[in-house]
């Protein structure tokens, strides 16, 4: 019996330590294309505690480590995220909704592996959270695996959340709140429309950091001020599309933008006579102007904007140029509007004057030397109170005639 009792003992330990050895070489497994997370972490802070999850969330400063090494933690702790353990077994809702609510001591070696892993992920996803909530992350290596995250199994589980916040904040591909609690077919489109979004742009520098901003602000300007030189006649695209009013984009997908609406304005605005003699515009005369960058392939509940309405009865907008930044997901768009038969023509001449879409921030800037005169502000002010009796004292005649 006692024989018996041993051999039982005997096989039972065989299999956890089987197992054991199994959760030991599951980094390995997962990370055989690089380090470790272990090796990584602890070659940038020696000594460090890898057993000690509070240590590794909250009471270490990896904004003092160079940008490389952050990098290299990061994909490391991405790479190792999964739903299998070592021995294929996945994490379930029963998992993440149960068994991790469950003492330990009652669990199988199956059940104990899955517990390790779903905490491991767990601590991965909630670190790469909050060093991206610090802007100390740049690389595109973690954006695969966190898009396998969105499908994280259970309710009782921030791992979603997360995984979705980093990747917006990332990429800046902004989705309405509480996506990651979608269920059912909704959930299902936000998680297609992210590894799709991938397979397109995982090859045109997909993060959205501050290279690709200022990028397209350069971009935005030198059109600008083509426009600018070109409609020297034009008042309100002479005072305010100029490259220093270029504004950064508040609603997703903008980027950069600048423009101007004749119908907007609270103000008289000038034009000539054929003779040279100045007149207020009439509503014939008005313009729509509008040159943003925003995004190729935003999320698909963008905001509405401005794009499809000029403003401008029976004046809808044109596309006048419509380019993507090379290597990029960065699309460059002058959108213009009028009655005005001149106005059209004339931009599209403006537009084919522009230097080709540069290849680089450096070629971008490059583009704009003339940038290096007096401010743009002051000039506008001379010319708005240069004006500024002309327009009264026509206002005034245009009131007597009635």
């Known amino acids: 019996m006692n024989s018996k009792l041993i051999l ?9 330590l089987e197992f054991a050895r199994a959760d030991q070489t599951a980094h390995q497994t997962l990370t055989n294309s690089g380090p470790s997370f272990d090796s990584v972490l602890s070659a940038a802070f020696p000594g460090i505690d890898l057993n000690d999850s509070a240590t590794i969330l ?5 904004s003092r480590l160079p940008a490389g090494e952050r990098n290299r933690i990061a994909i490391a702790a991405a790479r190792e995220l999964s739903l299998r353990t070592a021995r294929d077994d996945v994490i379930t809702k029963e998992t993440v909704d149960e068994l991790a609510f469950k003492p330990a001591s009652n669990d199988t070696p199956v059940e104990s592996a899955l517990r390790r892993l779903n905490s491991r992920n767990a601590e991965l996803v909630e670190l790469l959270c909050d060093m991206e909530n610090q802007n100390l992350i740049n690389d595109p290596g973690v954006i695969g695996p966190l898009i396998e995250m969105l499908d994280y199994p259970g309710t009782k589980t921030s791992v979603r ?86 504004q950064r984009g508040v609603i997703d997908p903008q980027i950069a933008f600048i423009g101007v609406n004749t119908a907007g304005l609270q103000q008289a605005v000038m034009r000539s006579t054929d003779d040279g003699k100045p007149r207020i515009a009439g509503k014939n005369d008005y313009v729509s102007l ?87 502000p002051c000039w506008r002010n001379n010319f708005t109170w240069r004006n500024k009796f002309k327009i009264r004292r026509l206002q005034a005649m245009k009131r007597q005639e009635h």
């Open 8 to 16: 039982c003992l005997a096989l039972v330990l065989s299999g956890w």
């Open 161 to 246: 959340g997360e995984a979705a916040q980093v990747l917006s904040q990332l990429t800046k591909r902004t989705w309405a709140p509480n996506h990651w609690q979608w269920d059912g077919e909704r959930h299902g489109q936000f998680v297609a429309w992210w590894r799709t979004w991938w397979v397109q742009n995982h090859d045109k520098h997909p993060v959205f950091d501050s290279d690709i901003e200022a990028w397209a602000q350069a971009r935005v300007a030198t059109i600008a001020l083509q426009l600018h030189d070109d409609f020297q006649d034009y008042y309100e695209i002479n005072g305010f599309v100029v490259p220093d009013h270029v």
């Open 290 to 376: 509008r040159i943003a960058a925003e995004f190729a392939t935003p999320p698909p509940n963008r905001r509405p904007d401005e794009r499809t309405a000029s403003g401008i009865d029976n004046a809808p907008n044109e596309e006048v140029l419509h380019e993507i930044l090379p290597g990029t997901d960065v699309l460059i768009t002058v959108q213009a509007a009028s009655k005005d038969a001149a106005f059209l023509p004339r931009v599209r001449a403006s537009v084919s004057k522009l230097p080709p879409a540069p290849e680089s921030l450096e070629a971008a800037r490059e583009h704009l030397p003339r940038l290096k005169r007096p401010p743009w």
């Open 58 to 62: 909250f009471r270490t400063d990896y």
